[in-house]
């Protein structure tokens, strides 16, 4: 019963380039939220999704950030033009039900995304 | 603002001894109050979620105590174990989603060090 699947593990990128990170969530969950962590501070809501609709990106950058998830395979954040700013562990977690505020969401192991 | 404040930043003990985590929050309206534990390197894990009705939940040698009238929660652990050394972060949830679409406020978590 895999959990959630988040990759890649560990992504490089120079300024400029443009980082896809992956969430497959957990079988039966049709919610997924991305978060980002920055060293020594909480984790920081960025969007929230459900099939073919995004719910809420109140916490994404408006600009270079975008994220989907299709009907078919996993969710995608996309950045685009990276800057070193960008740099930082993200986040994926799904739940089976909206809102995720009566049940435990559960977390990828991350993607660390180093921005040189 | 939804705010939710852990103390200490970091704490060192030796391996077998207890410890308490503290968490205090001014999210309001409350709907529940989460710890997770997070592995360097890894997603957090669910450890406890408590509603306002429930003073005291444990998980094996996790027990997790809330004051809905304080707004303070402790995570104490007992026996601890070298598998410990985490850090432990206390979620609140609110109704209606004040904090993030997700209704979720992090904290920046207690880095806790087990030492043989």
């Known amino acids: 019963n895999a959990g959630v699947m988040q990759n890649p593990r560990h992504l490089v990128r120079r300024r400029g380039q443009e980082a896809r990170l992956r969430c497959s969530p957990m079988?039966?969950?049709?919610?997924v939220y991305w978060y980002r962590q920055l060293p020594e501070e909480g984790l920081k809501f960025m969007v929230y999704?459900?099939?073919?609709?995004?719910?809420?990106e109140s916490g994404m950058p408006k600009e270079r950030f975008s994220a989907e998830f299709p009907k078919e395979g996993p969710s995608i954040l996309r950045i685009q033009q990276v800057v070193r700013g960008d740099s930082a562990a993200y986040f994926c977690?799904?739940?089976?039900?909206?809102?995720?505020?009566?049940?435990?969401?559960?977390f990828g192991n991350g993607t660390r995304l180093t921005v040189t | 603002k939804n705010q939710v404040e852990q103390s200490p930043q970091s704490l060192i003990i030796l391996e077998g001894k207890n410890c308490t985590l503290q968490?205090?929050?001014?999210?309001?309206?409350?709907?529940?109050l989460r710890w997770y534990k997070q592995d360097t390197g890894r997603g957090p894990v669910s450890l406890t979620i408590?509603?306002?009705?429930?003073n005291t939940k444990s998980n094996g040698r996790y027990t997790a105590t809330l004051d809905a009238d304080t707004k303070q929660s402790s995570l104490h652990i007992t026996a601890s174990q070298l598998s410990d050394s985490a850090s432990y972060i206390c979620?609140?949830?609110?109704?209606?989603f004040g904090g993030g679409a997700d209704g979720l406020t992090f904290g920046k978590g207690t880095h806790l060090i087990i030492q043989p």
């Open positions: 977690a799904s739940s089976p039900v909206q809102g995720g505020r009566d049940s435990p969401l559960h």
């Open positions: 079988k039966g969950h049709s919610h």
């Open positions: 999704l459900q099939k073919e609709n995004i719910i809420d």
């Open positions: 968490c205090n929050y001014t999210v309001s309206p409350f709907s529940n």
């Open positions: 408590m509603t306002f009705s429930e």
């Open positions: 979620v609140v949830s609110a109704l209606g």
